[in-house]
T-cell receptor, first 113, second 115 residues
């Protein structure tokens, strides 16, 4: 089954404790992206990757890092989480064509205390 | 900078009604427009994708239209059912400047269909 998976689905952590949210897709997609969703602000792009070893900032990259060492994986790293990073995070992927739809993962709900 | 607005923010209708959700965007330089559905605590499911050269797309009881020149799209849901209750999100894939291929989302319309 074609899908985007994220782990963990739920995470409670404390300020400053490094964490990684994994994202994996099995559709051989070139493009992958991370979004955060907050009430009243909608979905905003954090980082995206056009292909392996090619990443770039989205609208709200501060406090986040990403890497793309393999085509199928695109982890999101919070080196020193803060309470304002409490949010619902989505990973998405699509083929390289801009006309194509994006497929979204189930989301990761993060609470930073 | 692209901005996407959805009206209304929330809508409550009785089962069986036909309804229209609206989406507007400020920059007409887009590759396509998508409508997504999001159930509470869940991910996004793509409902319809309209390429910039198209005027509408249909899937079952759903019909989406696109008027790129005026920056508007509508999602029409026929004969609504309680199972249609969800948040509906509109997103455009930008074709302009450095934002090419990036999705810009509206804030969504929360739809409740009551029996």
């Amino acid at each position: 089954e074609a899908q985007v998976t994220q782990n963990p689905r739920y995470l409670i952590t404390v300020t400053g404790k490094k964490l990684t949210v994994t994202c994996s897709q099995n559709m051989n997609h070139e493009y992958m992206s991370w979004y955060r969703q907050d009430p009243g602000l909608g979905l905003r792009q954090i980082y995206y990757s056009m292909n392996v070893e090619v990443t770039d900032k989205g609208d709200v990259p501060e406090g986040y890092k990403v890497s793309r060492k393999e085509k199928r994986n695109f982890p999101l790293i919070l080196e020193s989480p803060s309470p304002n990073q409490t949010s619902l995070y989505f990973c998405a992927s699509r083929t390289s064509g801009f006309q194509e739809t994006q497929y979204f993962g189930p989301g990761t709900r993060l609470l930073v205390l | 900078k692209q901005e996407v607005t959805q009206i209304p923010a929330a809508l409550s209708v009785p089962e069986g009604e036909n309804l229209v959700l609206n989406c507007s965007f400020t920059d007409s330089a887009i590759y396509n427009l998508q409508w997504f559905r999001q159930d509470p605590g869940k991910g996004l499911t793509s409902l319809l994708l309209i390429q910039s050269s198209q005027r509408e797309q249909t899937s079952g009881r759903l019909n989406a239209s696109l008027d790129k020149s005026s920056g508007r799209s509508t999602l029409y849901i026929a004969a609504s059912q309680p199972g249609d209750s969800a948040t509906y999100l509109c997103a455009v894939s930008n074709a302009g400047g450095t934002s090419y291929g990036k999705l810009t989302f509206g804030q969504g319309t929360i739809l409740t269909v009551h029996p």
